[in-house]
């Protein structure tokens, strides 16, 4: 049977607030998951003021979700009532392509499910995404929580945690590597972490020195401010691999300057112009850039593994569902350490 849920939705681009939504009866192969904690991120803002296109309201986004089985279907044979599990940024896809069949779900050609604001193959409605008591998901898209991670840090690994972990993967970051992280934020912070924890040296590249502290006592072995103009020349041809978090463009060129030769620099953040470079600069040691965005279920579960085993946690402030509208403006602001996960039970 379907069931009406408590959620926090987007009724326009300017406010979000209390409403109800249905979530579809499960059918065979869903997991169905009470939502314990919430994480907040970028994506979620921008989608609620509709700066990406067109956003069905009123909308419930969130799509770094951690809680707990309530009931599953008969064929579903991953998970069992009571397990602690988590949904990231994608609920569906063809199954059929080649990057599906890669693993690569992200990627599927015919149009991954997101899981908010795209259409839900099962039952034709919008998805509505994390900020609600109740989700109804494909186990096929259900990622197991080790024990060791609280189900509150687990949240922002769903979405944060696999957009650093997947290019720190796929270009093998680990012993002997050197890998720059650009941006100290809610992103940059888990690419310190799990950089760490694959082995790599770590800088942070950070406009300023004011997180320095913090980022060598979170784990990176060097942090420099880009504000000054010698770092560029310090670090020219040193790194293996760069990955930018910042959205806001930022001269590329100066980055690809530090990378070693066919060193790789990576972008995340989606800066709102195009980039403009000079093909001298990738030409020069035979440098390339690269985009990546979230990662597969398997390769996010790997990184689930890898973060339960080594404790490797993000830092949050819990907020309440009241506090959201204020938070996205801290957010904005650049003033959270790290993430914001929104504890569901206030709901
Ligand atoms: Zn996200
Ligand atoms: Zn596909």
Not at 159 to 180: D, E, F, M, Q
Not at 286 to 291: A, D, I, K, P, S
Not at 320 to 328: G, L, N, R, T, V
């Amino acid at each position: 049977m379907s069931k009406e849920v408590k959620a926090w939705g987007a009724t326009s681009p300017e406010k979000t607030e209390p409403i109800t939504i249905t979530r579809r009866a499960p059918d065979d192969q869903d997991v169905s998951i009470d939502i314990k904690f919430a994480g907040i991120c970028h994506s979620d803002i921008h989608t609620v003021r509709s700066e990406w296109g067109k956003t069905t309201y009123p909308l419930v986004v969130g799509h770094e979700i951690a809680g707990i089985v309530s009931a599953v279907g008969k064929n579903v044979t991953k998970f069992k009532i009571g397990d602690h599990v988590g949904v990231g940024c994608m609920v569906n896809s063809c199954r059929q392509c080649e990057n599906c069949h890669d693993g690569e779900e992200q990627y599927c050609f015919s149009g991954t499910v997101f899981t908010y604001n795209s259409k839900d193959p099962k039952d034709g409605t919008i998805t509505q995404g994390g900020y609600s008591q109740h989700v109804v998901v494909d186990q096929a898209f259900v990622l197991k929580v080790p024990e060791s991670i609280p189900l509150d840090k687990a949240a922002p690994l769903m979405c944060a945690g696999i957009t650093l972990y997947s290019p720190l993967n796929h270009w093998k970051a680990g012993p002997g590597k050197r890998v720059g992280i650009i941006g100290f934020g809610g992103l940059g912070h888990m690419g310190v972490k799990l950089a760490k924890a694959l082995g790599s040296e770590v800088t942070v590249f950070s406009q300023t020195n004011s997180k320095k502290e913090l980022g060598l006592r979170l784990g990176a072995d060097d942090y420099v401010a880009t504000s000054d103009p010698d770092v560029f020349s310090k670090l020219s041809r040193k790194f293996d691999l760069i990955i930018n978090t910042v959205s806001a463009s930022i001269p590329l060129e100066l980055y690809l300057s530090c990378l070693r030769r066919d060193g790789s620099l990576v972008q995340v953040g989606a800066p709102e112009k195009p980039l403009l470079i000079s093909p001298f600069s990738l030409d020069a040691q035979r440098v390339g850039l690269h985009g990546s965005m979230i990662g597969g279920i398997a390769e996010t579960q790997k990184m689930l593994d890898l973060c339960g085993e080594k404790l490797i946690f993000p830092e949050i402030e819990i907020i309440p569902a009241s506090y959201i509208d204020e938070a996205y403006e801290r957010v904005l602001k650049s003033q959270v350490k790290f993430r914001f996960v929104i504890d569901i039970s206030t709901m």
